[in-house]
């Protein structure tokens, strides 16, 4: 069976459910190809079962969206779905290369079902996804930690750093931020904070003591007392959502600290989800916790690039310079607090 091509006419408008789509056809094909090659099982349950694991995410992104929308039709998209799974699940326990009517069936599910449910259950709930995005109102603010809740100053670790080992502050600058990933494999989670300890150590070509590293690595923070008045003013009337790159010890001993951490209704950190901003993992993440739409939240950053990646994903990103300047920003989104 041929591959299924993606046609303009499959986008319904929204980037993020076209890109989901996107990547449900090219597992799809990716399917076909090994059902139609008589792949091991395998091999064709693997995919089975990624296809499975991403339509899961793609579904509740859209159920998300159908109910904030107010869809009548969520009920039926809920059972279409639900259906979708089992079927999958079905064939991927029945799958056998030596038989091809039941080839010839799962081949014809997939590509029937992929075209009918996009081109007519999907575009039934577009009007009304167009109308909600024209309409919504914020109902959730989410904030990036460091140089928004707390200022931090990164010299503070590396000069308490340098008179643990003897380093000059610049040399461990260069080596830490310059010539090593050490700090970005730690808060994308690669590493442990064992690791982290160790890796450091051998940088340094000393035999760093924990409590003292640590101490040094998280005494870099200063709380920003205005965004921290904010957080309570807009407590009551708001979801809260904290979203940061970070790494453990960073949580442990600075985040977690903070008079305002208890006001969140949603944490996401990039050593937790695997990833980093501006990757749309961790939005993603926040709007799940949330469960809210896009279109529903501001995201506060201090980096342009972040801010526009939170755009670039329906939220009102915001780039954070002044605790003044935020506050006309969200007056003029005409947020309350």
């Known amino acids: 069976m041929a591959h299924i091509?993606?046609?303009?006419?499959?986008?319904?408008?929204?980037?993020?459910?076209?890109?989901?789509?996107?990547?449900?056809?090219?597992?799809?094909?990716?399917?076909?190809?090994?059902?139609?090659?008589?792949?091991?099982?395998?091999?064709?349950?693997?995919?089975?079962?990624?296809?499975?694991?991403?339509?899961?995410?793609?579904?509740?992104?859209?159920?998300?969206?159908?109910?904030?929308?107010?869809?009548?039709?969520?009920?039926?998209?809920?059972?279409?779905?639900?259906?979708?799974?089992?079927?999958?699940?079905?064939?991927?326990?029945?799958?056998?290369?030596?038989?091809?009517?039941?080839?010839?069936?799962?081949?014809?599910?997939?590509?029937?079902?992929?075209?009918?449910?996009?081109?007519?259950?999907?575009?039934?709930?577009?009007?009304?996804?167009?109308?909600?995005?024209?309409?919504?109102?914020?109902?959730?603010m989410i904030f990036d930690f460091g140089n928004v809740l707390c200022a931090f100053d990164n010299l503070r670790f590396l000069e308490a750093l340098s008179s643990l080992c003897g380093k000059p502050a610049e040399e461990l600058r260069v080596i830490l931020y310059q010539q090593s990933t050490l700090t970005q494999d730690y808060e994308a989670g690669r590493i442990s904070s064992r690791a982290f300890l160790d890796e450091v150590s051998g940088l340094c070509g000393a035999d760093l003591p924990e409590e003292a590293f640590i101490r040094a690595y998280t005494d870099i923070f200063t709380p920003i007392e205005a965004t921290f008045d904010l957080i309570r003013k807009l407590k009551p009337g708001y979801k809260l959502g904290l979203l940061s790159n970070t790494s453990p010890w960073h949580l442990e001993h600075a985040i977690q600290t903070t008079e305002v951490f208890p006001l969140f209704d949603s944490v996401t950190l990039s050593f937790e989800v695997g990833a980093s901003k501006p990757d749309p993992l961790l939005f993603e993440d926040a709007l799940a916790k949330l469960d809210l739409l896009a279109e529903e939240c501001i995201y506060v950053d201090d980096q342009p690039a972040f801010a526009q990646a939170a755009n670039d994903h329906l939220m009102q990103g915001l780039t954070y310079t002044t605790p003044a300047a935020l506050l006309t920003q969200l007056r003029q989104l005409k947020v309350a607090f």
């Open 5 to 140: 091509q993606w046609k303009d006419r499959y986008n319904i408008g929204y980037k993020d459910i076209d890109a989901q789509h996107r990547v449900l056809l090219d597992l799809l094909n990716e399917l076909v190809d090994l059902i139609a090659g008589r792949g091991s099982p395998e091999q064709v349950s693997s995919i089975f079962q990624r296809l499975c694991s991403y339509a899961l995410t793609h579904f509740t992104s859209e159920e998300r969206y159908m109910k904030a929308a107010g869809y009548p039709g969520l009920a039926q998209q809920e059972s279409e779905h639900a259906a979708f799974v089992h079927q999958l699940l079905a064939f991927n326990q029945a799958y056998d290369p030596s038989d091809p009517r039941l080839l010839e069936e799962t081949l014809s599910f997939l590509k029937t079902w992929y075209l009918d449910h996009i081109l007519r259950s999907d575009m039934g709930y577009v009007p009304f996804l167009k109308r909600y995005r024209r309409d919504a109102t914020p109902r959730a």
